[in-house]
């Protein structure tokens, strides 16, 4: 059975950086596309970012572009969310998402079939 474990998550201040990571466990990590999700409080979840499992493509939300950075080792099993210069938009539950079509990526939830558990991002101002 496929896990997700998040980590990394904490309070910061407006402008600081912070990254998560993700670790896959009971699957082969490298065939599955990874995604970040994020759900802000009275909001529905939103999509922040994807890697392919296979050629390591990315795509964004427009909110992050620019700011966030999604990359994965897969010798390590973990996908990571490189986090700078964070808003109060970036307060929020943040969730690592798995999907076994790894030459494909998505926004949207249903394409991921494993989730985490959450780690909790508060940014001050």
């Known amino acids: 059975q496929v896990q997700l474990v998040e980590s990394g998550g904490g309070l910061v201040q407006a402008g600081d950086s912070l990254r998560l990571s993700c670790v896959l466990s009971g699957g082969t990590f490298s065939t599955y596309t990874m995604g970040w999700f994020r759900q802000a409080p009275g909001k529905e979840r939103e999509f922040v970012a994807t890697?392919?499992?296979?050629?390591?493509?990315?795509r964004y939300a427009d909110s992050v572009k620019g700011r966030f950075t999604i990359s994965r080792d897969n010798a390590k099993n973990t996908v990571y969310l490189q986090m700078n210069n964070l808003n109060s938009e970036g307060t929020a539950v943040y969730y690592c998402?798995?999907?076994?079509?790894?030459?494909?990526?998505?926004?949207?939830?249903?394409?991921?079939?494993?989730w985490g558990q959450g780690t909790q991002v508060t940014v001050s101002s």
């Open positions: 998402a798995a999907s076994p079509r790894g030459g494909l990526y998505s926004a949207l939830s249903n394409f991921y079939r494993y």
């Open positions: 890697i392919t499992g296979s050629s390591g493509s990315t």
